[in-house]
């Protein structure tokens, strides 16, 4: 037996706030506030909790007992309730995140129906029964619980129900679904001096959440970036939070930064950084009480050396659905692969996540939603974070929108509604700390300056393991569909082919927009410190989806797909090209590795949309099913896949996708329901040496440990392309073989009639013969910065080249 182990909380010393403290953590976040001492639900969601995270019930044998005071701050219209729920735990995972959010526990309490309730039991109140101050007392062990319950007048009663075995958490409540019958109530209660203590109790302390609840870091260029997550602290608690280096076994404080108050977060930049090493870093916080005491927080982590000298190990990730989380069997994958970079490309919330509705005004409570369910991600993937290099990026539901279509970021006419139409439907507050809590981490933006409203931009490049990446939004200032379309329903659901595909396409229909289009033709001519490239943007740059939501829901073009406008999407793959860069993103649902197509199929780069991690509406592709032809199916012959032309005139050779089973629903099992859903992450190596990109396509519920190819990866995966790849076929364009005396340089071809760029790339060892999708005459810069020589006057011949040129550098 356990020795006895006790907790106590109230709250007279800690100031009036949203967050409760590290002990605990209340579900909604912006229902619940520390206020005069007392721990106050201010929402209505039915059963607002506060959980009990460090102490908990053990399943052995022993005794508990778990109190509080209660007060009834406000009646509401409909009669509420408020208790605990004992012994909270989740069949699925015993992960106290998943505890938290889907645990089942024995509800005991109070309604203002006028009874009290254990479990079945039920015991009626008289009429006189105090509500203003009570306090509710469980006593138990594996085999009773009994509850007693005494107003501050002296009124007492007691119930008591047998059990079988308990374990788990504990928490309060407001606001219990009692039964199918009766309403939960809209009734304020305070808690206060919240206790549990017993030989059945167990001391967790690495359960606690904050006060850092996580971080994200990324190193470019010799400049460190890292950002704090903090929760709602209060205005009087410390508005400062420092980040400590280890020195030779010494922590000295390099940075102190004050908290953000709308973001609750603090962001620190360290220049002429020393990335040949690890440095062990740590965030200090201290929490500062009413009276003055101290307690300082630390939360530890790693900045790792740049991995310049061996293969970038890359995780993919998106779309992150409630009813797969916490994640766990997909979290302890990807630690298995331990990956030198995330990349979360969109959608780190839903609206329902949480098991709870946004709320979308007042400005305050809309971003203490969001925040609420924001934090549930870090939770979830915040030990990985604090070691690897984090790219965050935010897309629709991020901003609570189900598709978006921003228009540099003007404000949505005529308010929140449609996800159809353009425009950002929430505050330019929230959507601010959206930017800033998902990308406070990147390298300051290529143009800071701000857009429609005064938001926020993050649009930025990041080089790390040799490899450059640019980050952009394909959301933020894509044109609104209701600029072309001409048919009854949904601005963005084409449902029947068009003859005459012009209409789409007119004058003023943007993608990416002008600002990033000049961010994109700059990056793609910076290759300091880096042999490949790679963009990674929310959407694919097609429209690869046939059935939406239902294998009965066909459509047969989506404008919130990035195959549309098809001349913003041809813009981008063409610069793409010219850079052989690779792209890697989310959003679809739908895992698929296609090789875009421009002139031909064929003829651009390669996309990798990553599978979600948890997934809640599918999609599928399967034009085998609508009788498409296939065409050029890969050597692989999975269904479903070869060369097809999307609703937009896109030419996309679809070299592997991973729809959904056709039964999609397992009710006994969260984490195989995601299984089926084709929910799971994306896992890329880069070999800089031999200039290969590795792609894995895992699944929720993989064995990265003894991967089973058929059973663990979707069908197609994994694959292996060369960078060069990303050129494209079909060239016929060659100029002459060039060789340099120095490996491994840079090379630029411009094309002399028009000045504009060809190709860029560097080579792979010292000979190369460029193949072009364009002829004519052409200028060849080998090397950078100072040590470069140019070769003018180089002529493209169809098919073959027999001539030669050296470059000695």
Known sequence: MHKKTEFSANFDNTHDRVWVGKDFWSIPLEDWKVEEGQLHCVGTVPQSRVNLLTHVLSPGEGEFQASAKIMLAENGDIPGSAGFLIGLHDEEDADVKATCYFGEGIKAGVSLNGYAFLKDEKIELPENFVWDE?????????????????????????LSCPVDGIEGLIAVANNMQLSVNEKPGNAHFAFDNIKLSGSKVIEKPDNAFGPVLWTMHTLSKATVKMMALLPPVGKDDNQQVSLQLN???????????????????????????DASQDTEYRVEYIEKGKDGTEMPDYYEGTIR?????????????TCQFTSGYPYTPLVENLTQLEPDMLYFSGDQIYEPNGGYQIKREPVEASILSYLGKYYMFGWAFGDLMRNTPTICTPDDHDVFHGNLWGEGGIEKPGGAGSSDTRGFMQSVEMVNVVNRTQCGQLPDPYNPTPIEQGMSVWYTDLTYG????????????????????DWEGRHDHMKEPREDLSFLDKPGVEMIGERQSKFLNDWATDWQGADMKVLLSQTVFANVATHHGSLENYLYGDLDSGGWPKSGRDKVIRLMRKAAAFHINGDQHLPTLVQYGLDEYRDAGWSFNT???????????????????????????????????????????????????????????????????????????????????????????????????????????????????????????????????????????????????????????????????????????IGENDNKQETSGLKTQKG???????VEL
């Open 134 to 158: 009570f306090t509710i007392t469980i006593k138990g062990s594996n085999n009773k619980l009994t509850m007693n319950l005494v107003d501050y007048k002296g009124f007492k009663t007691e």
């Open 247 to 273: 020195e030779n076994g010494n922590w000295k404080t390099v940075a102190t930064e004050k908290i953000e108050p709308d973001s609750r977060t603090a962001v620190f930049k360290l220049e002429n950084w």
């Open 305 to 317: 050396k740049d991995p310049v000298d061996r293969p970038l190990k890359f995780g993919g990730l």
């Open 466 to 485: 040799r490899v450059s990446f640019a980050i952009i939004t394909d959301r933020i200032f894509k044109t609104g569909p209701e600029a072309v379309s």
């Open 611 to 781: 599978p979600a991690i948890c997934n809640f509406y599918m999609r599928w592709f399967l034009p085998d099913e609508l009788g498409l032809p296939v065409v050029d199916r890969p050597e692989h012959g999975y269904p479903n896949t070869g060369k097809y032309e999307d609703a937009f005139g896109n030419k996309n050779f679809v070299y592997a996708v991973g729809n959904p089973g056709k039964i999609t629903v397992d009710r006994e099992s969260r984490y195989n329901n995601a299984q089926i859903r084709s929910s799971g992450f994306g896992f890329v190596t880069f070999d800089q040496k031999e200039r290969t990109i590795g792609i894995d396509a895992w699944r929720f519920l993989a064995d990265v440990e003894n991967p089973n190819p058929v059973r663990d990866q979707f069908p197609g995966w994994p694959k292996q392309i060369s960078q060069f790849d990303n050129l494209g076929m079909g060239a016929e364009n060659i100029l002459p073989e060039i060789s340099v005396n120095q490996p491994n340089q840079l090379m630029e071809i411009r094309n002399e009639e028009t000045g504009e760029l060809a190709q860029i790339y560097r080579i792979k060892g010292k000979t190369v013969q460029p193949q072009l999708h364009e002829s004519g005459t052409f200028t060849v810069i």
């Open 800 to 806: 073959e080249n027999p001539e030669k040129v050296l």
